[in-house]
């Protein structure tokens, strides 16, 4: 894996907006072969934890703050099953005052977190969602409750758990009414098809703010294996529409991961990268404008392609041709607006 390439524009201020931690090697222990490139992604990083972080952190680029999404990860052993993803918070939240100690490093890491809560719950997810606030009240910015689900369960393999139709479910639903009251944004990970899913969403609660992670998570593998250009044309067209909804900022990532099939070889390079990613991310710019996209890492997933040096590296080539100002709101004026985080 390349990681020794020079570090472009280094000065360029980042705040990464979408990163996780955790720790499966007792889950991984024992466990059989992977069957799915998911289940590659966890065993090529089964511990991902500060030290891990602040490694990547410190390989070259100017990383300012962090913002840290859920993965399921620390959740309480026992008490009320529904309060048990507040142990994600809690722990995060720790890890976020070690490095507010300013001991490791400049970076401030889990500026921002996003948990999780069923929002399935209905009413029933206020108190949760409460719960998140109280444990960090000066970091918790949202929730993330994924609704990403094919009829394909080759695309998703182990990911593949959520029912069809979950952002139109009416329990979920009146679970996301309390995220407005709450001043709570909602990250949005689904597949391309389920893209006008997202735009059902955004246009029944225009007062919510939405996420959309990973450009929609374009799809290559499965029954879209040979599929990307008639693809992409059909995501252009759902990205164009969900931009109308004034209320989606679009992250700029992901592409790395497994689900998108991209064949890249081994160990590739920022400009094989970037011109891979180019037209997913020059269609979003062109469709949300600068002040609605940022660039994320998705780290340690987007690992299965590259190291997070090379990641960089390929986000900067990708909008080489930018202006100063478009790179400061791409790069980390965006992601500090939108997750309120200090400047």
Request: charged letters at 20%.
């Amino acid at each position: 894996m390349v990681n020794d390439e020079p570090i472009l524009d280094p000065d360029l201020p980042i705040v990464d907006p979408h990163h996780h931690l955790w720790d499966w090697t007792s889950r991984l222990a024992g466990a059989p072969p992977a069957k799915h490139a998911y289940e590659t992604v966890q065993r090529l990083t089964p511990r991902y934890l500060l030290g891990e972080l602040l490694a990547d952190l410190e390989s070259g680029h100017h990383v300012e703050a962090t913002v840290y999404i859920e993965c399921r990860s620390m959740y309480r052993a026992d008490g009320p099953p529904a309060f048990r993803p507040v142990g994600e918070t809690e722990f995060v939240n720790g890890i976020a005052a070690q490095s507010a100690s300013g001991l490791y490093g400049a970076p401030r890491v889990g500026a921002g977190i996003v948990g999780h809560v069923d929002l399935t719950l209905g009413d029933g997810a206020a108190a949760v969602l409460e719960g998140h606030l109280a444990r960090a009240p000066d970091r918790f910015r949202g929730i993330r409750h994924s609704a990403s689900w094919d009829a394909d369960p080759a695309v998703l393999g182990p990911l593949g758990f959520r029912p069809q139709g979950l952002l139109a479910d009416s329990a979920y639903r009146r679970g996301f009414a309390h995220l407005a009251r709450l001043g709570l944004s909602f990250e949005a990970w689904v597949l391309e098809p389920q893209l006008p899913e997202v735009l059902s969403l955004a246009s029944a609660f225009p007062d919510t703010a939405i996420v959309l992670d990973h450009v929609g998570t374009p799809l290559g593998i499965g029954a879209y294996a040979g599929r990307r250009d008639e693809r992409f044309e059909i995501w252009r067209r759902s990205i164009r529409a969900l931009a109308a909804a004034d209320n989606v900022v679009v992250k700029l990532g992901g592409l790395a991961m497994p689900f998108c099939g991209f064949e890249v070889g081994d160990a590739p390079g920022c400009e094989r990268l970037a011109a891979l990613w180019r037209p997913y991310i020059e269609t979003c710019i062109e469709a949300f404008g600068v002040e609605r996209c940022m660039f994320e890492s998705n780290f340690p997933v987007d690992r299965y392609t590259c190291s997070y040096r090379t990641l960089w590296n390929a986000l900067k080539r990708s909008v080489a041709g930018a202006s100063a100002s478009e790179k400061a709101a791409l790069f980390s004026g965006v992601a500090r607006r939108v997750y309120r985080l200090e400047a």
